[in-house]
């Protein structure tokens, strides 16, 4: 699945409609996100998809989040999976903690390192009841 259905620009990057209950997003390059920022993506994410829908969560940029936003990100009650993509050993390190961070919901989160498999497992975990 490369098809885009749809694409959202969104103050914190890109938001792409991968299936209807289906989002990859990925940031731009360099920012910090902040609570605004993630409630406008959560926001996006209730507008846009079937809930429950699931992230692919794309970190081929670099950026940062202030402490709030980590609190906060991934948190909204329609995310049901996280699949992370990361392209090298450092990223993945930092998607891991930001993983671990406490937060009001947990995430059901898989790693990867390649976009394909990650598609992959969240069609896999759409498909399967709650």
């Not at 969560?57 to 990361?86: C, H, M, P, R």
């Not at 989160?109 to 990650?118: L, N």
Request: aromatic share 10%; net charge negative.
């Amino acid at each position: 699945m490369n098809s885009i259905l749809a694409s959202y620009k969104i103050s914190l990057g890109t938001l792409n409609a991968l299936t209807h209950d289906i989002a990859e997003v990925i940031a731009d390059e360099g920012i910090e996100i902040d609570l605004d920022m993630v409630h406008e993506y959560h926001q996006c994410l209730k507008q846009h998809f079937t809930s429950p829908c699931s992230v692919l969560v794309n970190k081929k940029n670099t950026y940062t989040y202030t402490f709030d936003a980590q609190l906060t990100i991934g948190t909204s009650e329609q995310i049901k999976s996280l699949a992370i993509v990361t392209y090298n050993h450092a990223t993945e390190i930092t998607a891991k903690n930001l993983a671990n961070f406490p937060r009001t919901k947990s995430w059901d989160t898989q790693f990867f390192t390649d976009r394909q498999s990650a598609i992959d497992w969240l069609i896999q975990r759409q498909s399967q009841a709650d």
